[in-house]
């Protein structure tokens, strides 16, 4: 039952070392062609996330601007207003309310042909602090029909816990490569590959989960089940491989689609495929609707009800249960020129709802155990999710 | 149950790293070969529809959405970033 614990293999960072130095021998020798900065825009997001007991609100506000033609600023500030009576907090606590601030600053640049972009993200909350640098590098080839990128990430997570005095914060150290290739196929088809490997580090073994969050131990004798603290490895290897698409029909109308596979080292195995229609309705309209489906494997040490605490890790976290997720979703976008004298030159709105359901196959309902409903025979739970986007756009 | 040994684990990522490198490679070798599709024949590919990301900070929030209660990571096409989501 108990997973891997190991430390990150050295032989990998030689690895990603030699990849890097192929890619960067590689880029010096191929003809270059210039790629192509962002455009400048200001957003203001309205977001909205309400189910299985949880809402979670905000605004996020995004600015980007080019100096000088050869680099683009970007600043970011995200706010979620999270109420929560979620299964996990009703069964061990009550209702909840917290706030979430992130912040990011991004610099865009193409220097000698090739494009960098390197990102800072702050995220805090009165029990969490994540901050992670990002750098991704990326080159065209062919005339522009091919892209490579390469990209790395670092974090560093301080782990909280609110109303406990005798809790020591612990640390997690995140890092992420990524590759990823994008190729023109026709003069109508795109598609794009990526692969990404993500390595978590944690303190030690309640740094990975969820310090609130509790096991069930079943308790034959008197038919009932007690809770105890989660107990997770100290690290998490994970890869993740997908393939998109992208096929421009003769009415201009397209179709897209995705796909994904995962997989992890605490033995979760994910995949899912996203398939959509957009149709442009011309001049200033926009219409696009998605299914998605995701399904998951459970993690080796999850369990819903724990005989016992004789293990190395156990933990009944239902993000690590087996279960699926199906969506759908619509955007309906609208967007126009503005009158040629103001400074923005285009203004857009965009509303889009997906609505999520969630079925779990090895996580049960704890509040429904009764006399008549012994542990471990709860009903499986499930639950469904709106998720609204409301955005306003200004190109300038 | 899944038991990655971790010699097995970094032999596969050299495999999967080096290979992909080595297609890196590849590319240069193939510089004899002049775009199919030309500049002037992309009309169809400049498309909002056909852009991989119309909108980041509307992207980044329903991937921020899946993260939260999935397990499935990365390989999502943007650039990473924490949140806390535990």
Redesign the interface.
Same mark, same amino acid.
């Given at each position: 039952?108990a997973?891997?614990d190991?430390n990150i293999?050295a032989?990998?960072v030689r690895?990603?070392k030699?990849?890097i130095g192929?890619?960067a021998m590689?880029l010096t020798?191929?003809?270059l062609k210039a790629a192509v900065l962002?455009e400048d825009r200001a957003?203001i997001?309205y =977001?909205s996330?309400s189910g299985g007991g949880v809402t979670i609100s905000g605004p996020?506000v995004?600015v980007r601007k080019k100096l000088k033609d050869k680099y683009s600023l970007s600043a970011?500030y995200?706010v979620d207003n999270v109420s929560s009576a979620s299964i996990d907090v009703v069964t061990t606590a009550s209702r909840y309310s917290e706030k979430?601030v992130?912040t990011?600053v991004g610099l865009d640049t193409i220097q000698d042909k090739t494009s960098y972009?390197l990102?800072y993200?702050s995220?805090s909350?009165s029990d969490?602090?994540?901050?992670?640098a990002?750098l991704?590098v990326s080159h065209d080839?062919?005339?522009?029909?091919?892209t490579?990128s390469l /990209?790395f990430?670092q974090?560093w997570?301080t782990?909280g816990k609110n109303h406990d005095a005798n809790w020591v914060d612990r640390k997690v150290d995140?890092r992420?490569y990524?590759?990823?290739l994008?190729q023109?196929l026709?003069?109508?088809a795109?598609m794009?590959l990526?692969?990404?490997?993500?390595i978590d580090e944690g303190s030690d073994n309640r740094a990975?989960?969820?310090p609130y969050r509790s096991v069930r131990i079943f308790d034959t004798a008197n038919n009932a089940y007690s809770f105890d603290s989660e107990r997770y490895p100290t690290t998490r290897?994970?890869?993740?491989?997908?393939a998109?698409f992208?096929y421009?029909l003769e009415s201009?109308?397209?179709v897209f689609s995705e796909y994904?596979q995962?997989t992890?080292?605490? /033995?979760?195995n /994910?995949? =899912?495929v996203q398939v959509g229609y957009?149709m442009?309705i011309e001049p200033e309209w926009?219409i696009e609707t998605r299914f998605r489906h995701?399904a998951?494997t459970h993690?080796?040490f999850y369990s819903d009800l724990l005989p016992d605490t004789n293990f190395n890790f156990y933990a009944r976290d239902k993000?690590?249960s087996t279960f699926t997720?199906n969506s759908i979703g619509a955007t309906a976008?609208y967007e126009r020129k503005a009158p040629s004298n103001w400074f923005v030159s285009r203004g857009k709105v965009?509303f889009?709802w997906?609505y999520f359901m969630?079925d779990y196959d090895d996580f049960r309902d704890a509040r429904k155990t009764s006399a008549d409903v012994t542990p471990g025979s709860e009903p499986l739970y499930h639950f469904n999710a709106n998720?609204y986007?409301l955005?306003f756009?200004a190109f300038y | 149950?899944?038991?990655?040994?971790?010699h097995r684990?970094?032999a596969a990522? $050299?495999w999967?790293?080096?290979s992909?490198?080595?297609c890196?490679?590849l590319?240069?070798a193939?510089?004899g070969?002049?775009?199919? $599709?030309?500049?002037y024949?992309?009309q169809?590919?400049a498309?909002?529809?056909?852009s991989?990301s119309?909108?980041?900070?509307?992207d980044a929030?329903?991937s921020h959405?899946?993260q939260a209660?999935?397990?499935?990571?990365?390989?999502?096409?943007g650039?990473?970033?924490?949140?806390?989501c535990?």
């Open positions: 039952m997973a891997t190991r293999p032989l990998m690895c990603l030699f990849a192929a890619t590689t020798v191929a003809p962002p957003d997001l =977001h996330y996020a995004l970011k995200y979430r992130e990011s972009s990102n993200i995220s909350e969490y602090n994540a901050d992670s990002h991704d080839f062919f005339g522009d029909l091919t490579v /990209g990430s974090g997570d782990v995140r992420n990524r590759m990823g994008s023109i026709t003069k109508n795109i794009n990526s692969f990404e490997s993500i990975l989960g969820n290897n994970s890869d993740a491989i997908s998109k992208r421009a201009k109308n397209v994904r995962y992890d080292s605490w /033995g979760i /994910g995949w =899912h957009i442009p926009l995701y998951q993690a080796d993000e690590l997720s976008s965009s889009m997906d969630f998720v986007r955005l756009t | 149950m899944h038991h990655h040994l971790p684990r970094n990522l $050299v999967r790293l080096a992909l490198a080595g890196l490679f590319l240069t193939c510089e070969i002049s775009p199919w $599709v030309k500049p024949e992309r169809n590919l498309t909002p529809a056909m991989w119309r909108d980041g900070i509307t929030y329903i959405v899946y209660r999935e397990s499935a990571r990365g390989a999502e096409g650039s990473g970033g924490g949140c806390g535990n």
